[in-house]
């Protein structure tokens, strides 16, 4: 367990703030806005990277250093021991980044809320905008 932990000590680091579209380069993104998403989650670029097929591990724990509120970061690896890429399509942090970027808003969690809120809002009763609100005494 500890060899792992150590092996994993060296992997490479992806804070949901360099994908997301909402921040501004200053705050962190390192992707161009069109390309990012909004509000991704460790959990949403840990599942993308299982999809990938690139080994990863969550640390919930951890926070981004300049903003300590935006919690949790992904260590990946890109490469095998013996040099070569797990995925070939993949050969670097930024390609990984526009990957995971496209990915996340197809993520099963997201599309669940989306259809829920989409129903929700449509199935609400009538809105309380005509004439007959409170009487007036």
Same mark, same amino acid.
């Given at each position: 367990?500890?060899?792992?932990? +150590?092996?994993?000590?060296?992997?490479?680091?992806?804070? /949901?703030?360099?994908?997301?579209?909402?921040?501004?380069?200053?705050? !962190?993104? #390192?992707?161009? +806005?069109? &390309?990012?998403?909004?509000?991704?989650?460790?959990?949403?670029?840990?599942?993308?990277?299982?999809?990938?097929?690139?080994?990863?591990?969550?640390?919930?724990? &951890? +926070?981004?250093?300049?903003?300590?509120?935006?919690? !949790? #970061?992904?260590?990946?690896?890109?490469?095998?021991?013996?040099?070569?890429?797990?995925?070939?399509?993949?050969?670097?942090?930024?390609?990984?980044?526009?990957?995971? +970027?496209?990915?996340?808003?197809?993520?099963?969690? #997201?599309?669940?809320?989306?259809?829920?809120?989409?129903?929700?809002?449509?199935?609400?009763? /009538?809105?309380?905008?005509?004439?007959?609100?409170? &009487?007036?005494?």
């Amino acid at each position: 367990m500890e060899q792992q932990l +150590a092996s994993i000590k060296k992997w490479n680091i992806i804070y /949901p703030v360099y994908i997301n579209s909402k921040k501004t380069i200053a705050e !962190g993104r #390192r992707i161009s +806005a069109s &390309k990012g998403c909004e509000n991704p989650t460790c959990m949403e670029i840990s599942d993308c990277c299982s999809h990938l097929k690139i080994p990863h591990a969550v640390e919930i724990d &951890k +926070a981004y250093p300049r903003d300590f509120m935006q919690v !949790g #970061r992904v260590r990946f690896q890109l490469k095998k021991p013996d040099g070569s890429f797990w995925n070939p399509a993949i050969t670097s942090k930024k390609a990984l980044m526009l990957q995971i +970027a496209e990915l996340v808003p197809k993520h099963h969690g #997201r599309t669940k809320k989306q259809e829920a809120a989409s129903s929700s809002s449509s199935t609400a009763g /009538p809105s309380k905008s005509g004439k007959h609100g409170k &009487k007036k005494k």
